[in-house]
Nanobody
Framework: QVQLVESGGGSVQVGGSLRLSCVASTRTSSRSAMGWFRQAPGKEREVVACIDSVGGTIYAHSVKGRFTISQPNGKNTLDLQMNSLSPDDTGMYYC??????????????????WGQGTQVTVSS
């Protein structure tokens, strides 16, 4: 059973930065895409960014140019560097994996494993 554990959330002011990290309990398949999602109160879970099995990335339009997804320590880790944060970025952030699926997806149901989430709060 693969477990994903996020860390790095917190409270920051507008314009600040945070770096989220996710670690898998076992080495994820080299053919697995991984992504970050977020969910604000009263809203649906939405994709923030995804990285596919060969390092290709996609970003939500709202975070492009401000957020960077990466796997700095191999396939069992996933980071999200978030800069120029705004209150609209507030929410619970989740790490997710598409086990043995190499291509990114924007749809939460396409992901097979999820972390418990880490809260990000941006205040003005």
């Amino acid at each position: 059973q693969v477990q994903l554990v996020e860390s790095g959330g917190g409270s920051v002011q507008v314009g600040g930065s945070l770096r989220l990290s996710c670690v898998a309990s076992t080495r994820t398949s080299s053919r697995s895409a991984m992504g970050w999602f977020r969910q604000a109160p009263g809203k649906e879970r939405e994709v923030v960014a995804c990285i596919d099995s060969v390092g290709g990335t996609i970003y939500a339009h709202s975070v492009k140019g401000r957020f960077t997804i990466s796997q700095p320590n191999g396939k069992n880790t996933l980071d999200l560097q978030m800069n120029s944060l705004s209150p609209d970025d507030t929410g619970m952030y989740y790490c997710a994996a598409r086990w043995f699926q190499p291509v990114c997806s924007l749809l939460p149901p396409d992901y097979t494993h999820w972390g418990q989430g880490t809260q990000v709060t941006v205040s003005s």
